[in-house]
């Protein structure tokens, strides 16, 4: 094994590198510089906190956000890593701390708020403290057209030239300017080693529907998941309040989340968030860019996103750990028409508006999709894929009609009447519903008029609901949202072109997207009690319940139930100090029993193959206490020393005898059968 791939197992606890991970962890050894473009939960800590641990000398870790700093911190030292973090956050004792452990050049990771990087006392103390590596995450933030820019992160540019040390950049943008922008900032413009990763996240679910009663669709779902984590994503400040008081009356714990909350009370929000394994925060984008949750277990849209990216962003804070996460997105005639507004009543120049009513495009398109969602999202990012079986439409295909004849027909009504209407009066006409507006305007001796009586009102709405998706009319902002017909549909009317519509999908709303859940019922009792047991150390510890272990790490457990510590060591995500630290409490909660007590030195060797060859040797040791006759002094071998022979296999008696605590008496007592037992092995 070589060494990163023991650091990968024994303190990280993890079995194998994900997709992209080992390429990235090799350059970044190699003191190169790199950049590393992965998408959210993709493992970027790893990247630079393992080569951190095998180099020589400290790597400081620039962040944005002083409470995920500290989150990391904790996380890290719960795994047994010297890390610390300097931030204004900071009391002054841990400051202290940091700066003592610096001194003694114990620090592996130093965390610090870019804020830290103006003037020329912090380049001085890295110098001193022996810095030999800078990693930049969230490298985007350098990017001054990027909304998450942040001035001091100009400032890495000079860290970097004053340090000559090799830089690792990580971040989910992956846009050609911001890579360009980023590698001419912070590398000088010398092209460091780019590492791009797949957009795909295989493990989130990606569910549309239509807006029936969204209220209903959205308890019905958060009823569904009662327990875990999750985010309602909303347009408006007062539906996030609104909402999560009917969650918290259903019995949720639910909070509200937006920006018109005292910055106090959003920390405070975000603090919970991060903290807690059960919370659903209704909110407004406003809500994000603060969290870092691997254990995410499923985020809904209660209104239409702005953009694909923005959509990409949102339901990809969703289950970071790998393990199934669940995402749902409503959407509606007064979404399309609510978006549509707001880019025509920004005072951005025409080419700007134009751009942005094609990129909302391209999300209803992706709303009306009738082939693979995750197709039709990777295709956006330019990458090419087959169908995905995670998505609604792999699981339900549409059914699609030829709509040529009614998308004529509606668009007839649009211009006959002036593009003067919206949907409902349009629709009237063309079923035939002679209301006071029909008849005032005299709208029933229109050739129009009851033209479309064959389809039902409902398949009406939706047949115009996917004509403003496709963009074959569009409300015009300065008659209240009349519909205007585009050039699009022109063709569509000469009788050009065809075009085929999706089935209604209201009625099929309704049944909403089917719940997966997280273990099979045999092991759900025994996955809620690992919960319990890891809620109560995280609170005992004040940490976040993830930083004890993992959704991932419990599910394994609860799939596998281990019933030994090396059992427990083989499941991902322990790692040599969270077994001591937590092994045991939760074999106990897995077996109904507390497990039987191990020398921390055999301990130590948990999960490894190396293990068998301590129990071997312990034994054989052992028979030998009193000599091979049974009458001889007690001579007995520690553990200590048990365990260097079990890890260092030596060949010879020499090399036995080299041993620390291998005596002149011992190695007449044991050497022989320790090294037959050690050849055999
Ligand atoms: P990112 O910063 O890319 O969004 P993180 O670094 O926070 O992602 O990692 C997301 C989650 O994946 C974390 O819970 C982390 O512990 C886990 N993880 C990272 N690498 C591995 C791996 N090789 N095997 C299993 N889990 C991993
Ligand atoms: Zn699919």
């Known amino acids: 094994m070589s060494a990163p791939e023991a650091i990968l197992s ?37 990247c630079f906190q393992l080569p951190a641990l095998c180099r020589e000398g400290l790597t400081v870790v620039i962040s944005p956000l002083i409470a995920l700093m500290r989150d990391q911190v904790r996380g890290l030292q719960e795994l047994g890593v010297a890390a610390g973090a300097l931030t204004s956050g900071n009391t002054e004792a841990e400051t202290e701390a940091v700066y003592l452990a610096l001194s003694r050049g114990e620090l592996k990771l130093l965390y ?5 990087l103006a003037g020329s006392a912090t380049i001085d103390l890295l110098r001193r403290a022996k810095c030999t590596l800078i990693a930049v995450d969230e490298a985007h933030c350098v990017s001054q057209w990027g909304h998450d820019f942040r001035p001091d992160y100009l400032r890495l540019g000079d860290l970097r030239r004053a340090l000559r040390v090799p830089l690792a950049a990580f971040t ?74 009917a969650l918290s009356e259903a019995g949720h714990n639910a909070r509200a989340y937006h920006g018109g909350m005292e910055a106090h009370e959003r920390r405070m929000v975000e603090m919970l968030f991060q ?15 603060g969290v870092d949750k691997p254990d995410i277990r499923w985020v809904a849209h209660a209104d239409l996103p702005k953009s694909i990216e923005s959509y990409y962003q949102e339901i990809g804070r969703a289950g970071r750990d790998g393990a199934p996460a ?7 005639p007064d979404d399309i028409r609510l978006r549509r507004a707001q880019i025509d009543e920004s005072p951005a120049p025409l080419e700007r508006k134009q751009a942005d009513h094609a990129r909302l495009n391209a ?82 001796s229109l050739p129009t008029f009851a033209v479309g009586r064959d389809l039902s009102r409902a398949k009406w709405q939706a047949v115009f609901r996917q004509m403003m998706g496709r963009d074959l009319v569009r409300p015009d902002p300065e008659r209240h949202g009349a519909l205007r017909m585009t050039e699009a549909a022109r063709p569509i009317l000469r009788g050009e072109a065809e075009i085929h519509l999706r089935e209604d999908t209201i009625a099929r709303a309704k049944d909403g997207p089917a719940v997966r859940a997280l273990v099979s019922d045999e092991d759900a009792p025994l996955l809620s009690a690992l919960k319990a047991k890891r809620r109560a ?42 077994l001591e630290r937590y092994g045991a409490l939760f074999l106990e909660v897995v077996t109904g029993a507390a497990p039987e007590a191990q020398h921390p030195q055999r301990r130590k060797l948990a999960g490894r193959d190396t293990a068998g060859l301590y129990d071997a040797l312990f034994e054989i040791t052992r028979g030998l206490e009193r000599g091979s006759d049974g009458t001889g002094k007690l001579l007995t071998l520690p553990p200590a020393t048990l365990r260097a022979i079990a890890e260092a296999r030596p060949g010879s008696i020499d090399a036995l005898a080299r041993i620390k605590g291998m005596d002149a008496a011992r190695v007449t007592r044991f050497g022989a059968a320790v090294l037959e037992r050690v050849q055999a092995f």
């Open 363 to 444: 999300l209803l398109g992706l709303a009306e999709a009738v082939q693979c969602r995750r197709q039709v999202l990777l295709s956006y990012f330019g990458e090419a894929s087959e169908p995905c079986g995670n998505c609604d439409l792999c699981a339900r295909p549409v059914k699609l009609f030829n709509a040529t004849t009614p998308v004529r027909k509606a668009l007839s009504a649009v211009l006959r009447t002036g593009e003067s209407f919206g949907a409902g009066h349009l629709i009237d006409i063309l079923t035939g519903n002679v209301t006071a507006k029909v008849r005032d305007r005299g709208h029933d």
């Open 537 to 578: 150390l995280a609170e005992e510890a004040r940490v976040p319940a993830y930083v004890i272990f993992t959704d991932r790490t419990l599910i394994e457990m609860a799939e596998t139930r281990p019933d030994t510590m090396d059992a427990m060591a083989r499941i991902s995500g322990i790692g040599g100090k969270k």
């Open 172 to 245: 989910a943008t992956a846009d050609a300017e911001t890579r360009a922008e980023i590698i001419r900032r912070l590398f000088d413009g010398d092209a460091p080693q780019i590492f791009l990763r797949g957009f795909d996240r295989p493990n989130i679910t990606l569910n549309f529907a239509v807006k029936d009663s969204p209220r209903k669709q959205l308890m019905a779902y958060a009823a569904a998941r009662k327990g875990q984590s999750g985010i309602i994503y909303c347009a408006t400040r007062a539906r996030t309040e609104s909402l999560a008081q």
């Open 10 to 46: 024994q303190v990280f606890g993890f079995a194998a590198f994900r997709p992209g991970q080992a390429e990235i962890v090799e350059a970044v050894l190699a003191g190169q510089d790199t950049l590393a473009i992965m998408p959210t939960g993709g493992g970027k800590s790893l």
């Open 112 to 116: 610090i708020a870019p804020e830290r």
């Open 326 to 332: 669940d995402t749902l997105t409503l959407f509606g």
């Open 275 to 289: 903290r807690e394994d059960d919370l659903i925060v209704v909110a407004t984008i406003a809500f994000g860019m």
